[in-house]
């Protein structure tokens, strides 16, 4: 069956490392992947896309990888803050071509300490 | 510009009452999405909708019902309740930015339901 999981353990960091988040998938073949950030009592907002043909994608500290033949996303947040504590979640499109119909992972909650 | 509007956003209901979630976007976008969020589960697709007039099965289709009569509203129906539907509740809407690719969801609040 098709899965996708995230680490459901939080990740806790100190302040000004990076944060590196793993979003993994088995039997889909994905032609692009999402990452959402969501506050508690938010919905989720939108961060980053990267295509099945692009191995990496940044956005100010944020950098996504996409290896299409690990089955693997790398998420990862450069220089983090206290500002940067949220869950984030990794969704990927089902059934190609349908809608943009996204299924998401179960989300892995990130704490960044001072 | 109010994005995506979700009514109520809290609400509790006895087993077999009847409710409608609203979901009201002002984007113009062409799809719309009703989630779930459950501890522990994510995100799980309930129904969804490619455009006006129509709709489709998610994940977790059963026990709800949707209709998309204008393409700004996208209405999330629960004819019986019962407790296992106690739940968060998420609206999303996205646009097509390309021949085969939906852009990013843009999310609502949130409606949460508790059915005693």
């Known amino acids: 069956s098709q899965k996708i999981e995230q680490n459901s353990e939080a990740l806790n960091i100190q302040e000004g490392k990076t944060a590196t988040l793993t979003c993994n998938y088995t039997n889909y073949s994905p032609a692009y992947l999402q990452w959402y950030r969501q506050d508690p009592g938010r919905g989720p907002v939108f961060l980053l896309l990267?295509?099945?043909?692009?191995k990496e994608k940044r956005k100010e500290r944020l950098k996504v990888t996409f290896d299409t033949t690990l089955k693997q996303s790398l998420f990862h947040i450069t220089a983090s803050q206290p500002a940067d504590s949220a869950t984030y979640l990794c969704?990927?499109?089902?059934?190609?071509?349908?809608?943009?119909?996204?299924?998401f992972g179960q989300g892995t909650e990130l704490s960044v300490k001072p | 510009n109010a994005g995506v509007t979700q009514t109520p956003k809290f609400r509790v209901l006895k087993t077999g009452q009847s409710m409608t979630l609203l979901c009201a976007q002002d984007?113009?976008?062409?799809?719309m999405y009703w989630y779930r969020q459950d501890p522990g589960m994510g995100l799980r697709l309930i129904h969804y909708?490619?455009?006006?007039?129509?709709?489709a099965k998610g994940e977790v289709p059963d026990g709800y019902n949707v209709s998309r009569l204008k393409k700004q509203n996208f209405l999330l129906g629960l004819e019986s309740a019962a407790p296992s539907q106690t739940s968060v509740y998420f609206c999303?809407?996205?646009?097509?930015?390309?021949?085969?690719?939906?852009?990013?969801?843009?999310f609502g609040e949130g409606s949460r339901l508790t059915v005693l």
């Open positions: 969704a990927l499109e089902k059934d190609y071509n349908q809608g943009g119909k996204l299924i």
């Open positions: 984007m113009n976008h062409e799809y």
């Open positions: 999303a809407s996205s646009s097509i930015t390309g021949v085969l690719i939906a852009g990013e969801l843009f």
């Open positions: 909708s490619v455009g006006e007039g129509t709709t």
């Open positions: 990267i295509r099945e043909n692009e």
